[in-house]
């Protein structure tokens, strides 16, 4: 019997029990419960008599103007589709496919994208395009007619998502195009095909997978859209939504239960294209190739006109994209007047915009001078712009370290419970939940279901008061997080060799000692990279934090976006443009860093690095032989 207890309450088990009771609370409690309340929300509305009306919201949305939110956030992902198709397909060709002059550099204008994006993309285009952006600015001065608000609603929204979500066809597509077997391509030349008709009837069938995924991707994105229409001045869903959740019934009809309907509109339209994309993937894509796989290589494009349109066509699209980035680059880098007046000047170049702080002397309207003692600030001496980074540095970190420890934990079991396999379908399922749903929907149902003290397991604590708040935003970004968690790092767990687990128990070890000291070392690059990339998404994230808003929960996106809205009001704040610049700056070196790490550092095989330490050792040998030998001569003598 004592045996028996002993090997009951094993380490393992304990921990096993603790695991299953976690992550019971944070399914029931952080993705189901609150879920369902938003949904119960709109059924529990009372009229003006006090009665309630369960179809009081319902009637307001067909007969109110609330539809055109739907149908301005349906426009928009649609068209979007058709747009950024028809670039993000462009560049992967120009660089993957043709043979272009100037891929390499092509590329990396092209894959600016991955190192800004959200808030911080959209303020890079309107310190372009906007009615006092450089360029605008320009074409005043050449075209005194012009509307400076051109660039603004929903050309401004579509223009801007079109090259802002481009990053997924660098990165999914062009990965696609380099898998296709050159064999196939060389069979349709040598058959007479030209380079199009090869591309059309030969690569593109391949990539069709590939494409609808990133179509349903772009049509997600386009719907659930935050950023881009709040800066651009667009009335889509999510915006609509967050302004609702802030609002009262003093102000508006029932505020709260219609951004409750907004919010399951959404959830529908993400629930049936991910039902319609996982029967497509269900269906199964294969392409039949040779046994010996060639690598691909690029085509030229014989037609001199069409070569000539391609290049014109890929630098055009160059400038679009490099335009943002060098010009952030350079005026992050200028004094505030030359900022505002949107002029270059070499000499007025400074650092103040990343370090130190000024004075700002203004004459008031009194005609008097005032001295404004540390107005103009730099991005890593201005308390509001430190405190974001902090912040989002410190949320963002705690939340995607701890979506890896969760999918971990979770794969390590379902892996260890494939002849049960019911347990984990269930607990995998779990996981992908949140994916089906719209951020915006559990960040709302977050938003009002905690701000009570009624909710009893999180101890009837209001965690939407003062800086509880940011144990909500963690969890907000912990379970969004955690689908993509767990699809990749559940492929990592096929890496790892059945027969290592079976030895390291033949040898006595328990489950813990070889999941720890066996399993987490083969698979641990893996979840270091996807710690990064969720940091990375999650460093600069503005929907979820915009929803949460509240001054203890602050993040660095929405403080950039408040930048230029406080400009130089009452004579603080000066230079809030350049600090922008130069926040767009430092976001682009902390993502470029990452990116680095697990798509350059980390990608590489083991092979490949040991050939790149045994070339290191011969450079630094060859750098160092003259003094071996002197030392050599030396200790001879």
Partial sequence: MNQTMKQKFKPEWILRIIGIGFFAYLFFGFMLIPCLNTLTSIFTTKNAAGETDPFAVIRFFLAGTMGKYVWNSLKLAILLVITVNIVGISIVLLTEYFDIKGAKILRLGYMTTMIYSGVALVTGYMFLYANDGILTTALQNAFPNMNPNWFSGFNAVLFTMTFACTSNHMLFLRNAIRGIDYNTVEAARNMGANPFKVLWKVVFPTLIPTLFSLTVMTFITGLCAMSAPTLLGYDSINPEIVRLAGSSTADEAFPQARAALLSIILAIFTIVLLTVLSSYERKGHYLSVSKTKAKLQKQKINNPVANVLAHIYAYILFIIYMTPVVMIIIFSFQTYSAIRSKKLDITQWTTINFFGQQDYEYLTSRGKYKTRVGAISGLFSNESTLGGIKLSFILSAIAAALACVIVVVACNYIFKKKKHKITGVILEYALLFPWLLP??????????????????????????????????????????????????????????????????????????????????????????????????????????????????????????????????????????????????????????????????????????????????????GKLTAPFRKKKEAVSKL
């Fill in 439 to 620: 951020t915006i929907l559990i960040c709302y149902s977050y938003r009002t279901f905690f701000n009570s003290t009624a909710v009893w397991y999180v101890g009837n604590q209001n965690l939407y008061f003062e800086d509880k708040v940011r144990l909500l935003i963690i969890m907000a970004y912990t379970v969004t997080k955690l689908p993509f968690s767990l699809r990749m790092v559940k492929a990592s767990f096929y890496s790892i060799d059945e027969e290592l687990e079976d030895a390291a128990k033949n040898m006595g070890a328990g489950g813990l000692y070889t999941f720890l000291h066996v399993k987490l070392p083969i698979i641990i690059p893996s979840v270091l990279a996807v710690f990064a990339l969720n940091f990375n998404a999650l460093f600069t994230e503005y929907d979820m934090s915009a929803t949460f808003a509240s001054k203890y929960g602050t993040s660095y996106a929405m403080v950039i976006q408040a930048m230029c809205a406080e400009e130089g009001m009452f004579g603080y704040n000066v230079n809030a443009s350049g600090r922008r610049c130069a926040s767009t700056v430092f976001i682009m070196l902390v993502s470029g860093l990452i990116l680095y790490l697990v798509y350059g550092v980390g990608s590489r095989d083991l092979g490949e690095r040991l050939a790149r330490r045994e070339r290191r050792m011969k450079a630094i």
